[in-house]
């Protein structure tokens, strides 16, 4: 009840409209009724609204559809970069991975790890499977 005052109220509602989830409409509901890819959406939302140099998100799109994670991963991404942040996410997509990281280490089983900067970006999927195995 503390923060539920007009500004707060506009800011969530800001926030749900920047994700394109149709939740706005919602907020008077308990999170524990929204979908589980509408709360997981939601909790990334809440997380960039934190001010904070460093956001760690583990599969952060792990059950949302392609579009919305598409949109959640790059409202995170702009959010950090305008407070000169740091993002580390992890997850097994390798599409996420390799189009919107900047810097990315791969660990196989075992322990071994690969390290890609920017410039090793260049490689593809089926470059990136071999090398692992």
């Known amino acids: 009840k503390n923060f539920d005052n007009k500004k707060n109220r506009q800011l969530c509602i800001d926030k749900m409209e920047k994700a394109g989830m149709d939740l706005e409409g919602r907020l008077d509901e308990q999170v524990r009724f929204l979908s589980g890819g509408q709360q997981q959406a939601l909790g990334i939302m809440l997380a960039c609204d934190i001010i904070s140099p460093i956001l760690l998100m583990d599969e952060p799109t792990a059950s ?9 991963l790059k409202i995170a991404i702009q959010e950090i970069h305008d407070r000169k942040g ?20 791969v660990i196989k089983k075992g322990g071994n790890m690969l390290e890609l900067s920017n410039e090793g970006k260049n490689i593809n999927m089926d470059q990136l499977r071999n090398i692992m195995q």
Do not use: G, M, R, W
């Open 64 to 72: 949302l559809d392609v579009f919305i994670a598409e949109k959640v």
């Open 86 to 105: 740091l993002l580390i996410f992890t997850s097994h997509n390798l599409y996420d991975i390799l189009e919107y990281t900047e810097h990315i280490i």
